[in-house]
């Protein structure tokens, strides 16, 4: 029997057959989603009366994107995917040496983010810089460190969390409620919204110690949006939808204000311009140093024994419980540190807008946290950051781009959007990268040393 192998670059007839099929199937399935959503668009006229606006131009379109992105997939990158993992799995594993921007990335990242405010300052000026340090920094930087807090419950003890919004939302709320009843300052009760947080979190991980997968994920979804139902209806204390506003803003370690109206605050007392950029820039540095203190505790924890506990309790947790690990403690602990981080995060949002209200802790929140860590790779640092980086500042670019008007006509709004454009992205980045950007499940110990083992070795089940 002739065996046939797969070159990149050439296509076999029936490869080009069944990608014709899959892209038939495809802008069928396409055309029955998006027909009601995009093609009919109900509007009102000058009469003040509802009518349905065609735009099949727009449908045919987003239909035929989608046939030609499956026919390519199909006929040239799922061959061409199949091919380089078949002959990585026959060739010995090559270490190859890493560069200087590999062995050095982590500083060279950390030296550009330092210098990034000022970098946009300059070339900006005051006003013109808020929009890159707020938009593209502050809010990317908040969700990495909740990503980086989520992925200790997710990617490190692998216990599926789709409620971790509502610790944010226990860190916003903790902090507004008691700057504004109390006159706390930022430095105050930034830790004491994490340890509220945590402690929620410690609530939530007693009812699920014996639920697994999507019992569990079911439970921890009920939790988040009980917490998003009570911070409504409870109007005594939160002010229900109507939010709470006038929340104190952080100020320079209680020693000096960043308001505008005070005439000792730190701009007049530093001689520089007036404008509000500067408390984004300091804004920018607090939630840097809340990231970079996530980090490092995250990587201190892999290495000491609880962080080997849940990457255990990650990989079989009957196996776990039988090697003497208790795994109501194990469990405990990470729900209590994801949440903690996420209050961190939802105290300094609270003092970045000076207005929270439940509108801003939905369940979509947490599917773009879970998402970011997913897309990222879980259990990788790194890639978490470069996913939250795609996500957040793609959504933040796709506001913006009227040249897609010039594709797609003048009535296309991408912000409409954004997030179908970007749900497509994402797709086809997972089939690229299935385990996420820098996915990886290695254990952060070894017994004696690493050792390669071939991939025929493996599927033998020796290895």
């Known amino acids: 029997m002739a065996s046939s192998s797969f070159v990149p670059g050439k296509t076999a007839p029936g490869l080009v057959q069944k990608g014709i099929t899959d892209a038939l199937w495809t802008a069928v399935i396409a055309f029955g989603m998006f027909v009601l959503y995009i093609g009919l668009k109900t509007d009102q006229n000058i009469d003040n009366k509802l009518i349905i606006v065609q735009r099949w131009g727009l449908l045919a379109s987003i239909v035929a994107i989608a046939a030609a992105g499956r026919f390519v997939s199909t006929v040239f990158l799922q061959p061409t995917l199949a091919a380089r993992r078949a002959a990585k799995a026959k060739a010995p594993p090559v270490e190859a040496e890493p560069g200087f921007v590999s062995k050095n990335f982590n500083k060279i990242a950390l030296a550009f983010l330092l210098v990034y405010p000022m970098l946009a300052l ?57 700057a504004t009843h109390f006159g706390l300052s930022f430095w105050i009760l930034l830790p004491l919204s994490g340890i509220f947080a945590g402690l929620w979190g410690m609530i939530l991980g007693f009812p699920v110690l014996r639920l697994r997968g999507d019992y569990l994920a079911i439970v921890t979804l009920a939790f988040g949006e009980i917490i998003r139902i009570v911070i409504t209806n409870w109007t005594d204390l939160t002010k229900g939808s109507f939010g709470i506003s006038n929340i104190t803003k952080a100020s320079l370690f209680g020693l000096y204000t960043f308001d505008l109206k005070d005439p000792h605050n730190i701009i007049r007392t530093l001689g520089l311009p007036i404008s509000s950029a500067w408390y984004k820039i300091f804004l920018f540095y607090v939630i840097l140093a809340l990231c970079m203190l996530t980090a490092y505790v995250t ?14 309790m990650r ?39 000076g207005f929270v209200s439940p509108e801003s802790f939905v369940f979509l929140e947490s599917a773009v946290i879970l998402a970011i860590v997913v897309l990222g790779g879980m259990g990788s640092l790194k890639g978490i950051a470069f996913a939250a980086i795609a996500m957040v500042g793609g959504t933040e670019l796709l506001r913006d781009m009227d040249f897609l008007k010039l594709i797609f006509g003048p009535d296309f709004t991408p912000e409409l959007y954004r997030m179908l454009i970007f749900g497509l992205a994402m797709v086809v980045v997972m089939i690229v990268k299935p385990r996420g950007f820098v996915g990886t499940r290695e254990p952060t110990a070894f017994l004696k040393e690493r050792k390669a083992v071939s991939g025929s070795f493996t599927k033998e089940g020796h290895g």
């Open 315 to 353: 990989e079989d947790e009957i196996a776990c419980r039988s090697l003497g690990i208790n795994t109501v403690t194990t469990k405990l602990t990470a729900f209590a540190t994801g949440a903690m981080f996420g209050g961190f995060a939802g105290s300094f949002f609270a003092a970045r807008q």
């Open 299 to 312: 990587i201190r924890l892999r290495r000491m024994p609880i962080g080997r506990a849940w990457e255990a």
């Open 122 to 178: 300059a070339l900006f000026g005051p006003q013109g810089s808020l929009t890159y340090v707020d938009n593209f920094g502050i809010q990317i930087l908040i969700y990495v460190m909740l990503a980086w807090g989520l992925n200790i419950v997710v990617g490190l003890a692998g216990l599926l969390d789709l409620g971790y919004v509502a610790f944010y939302a226990v860190g916003a709320y903790s902090y507004a409620l008691l």
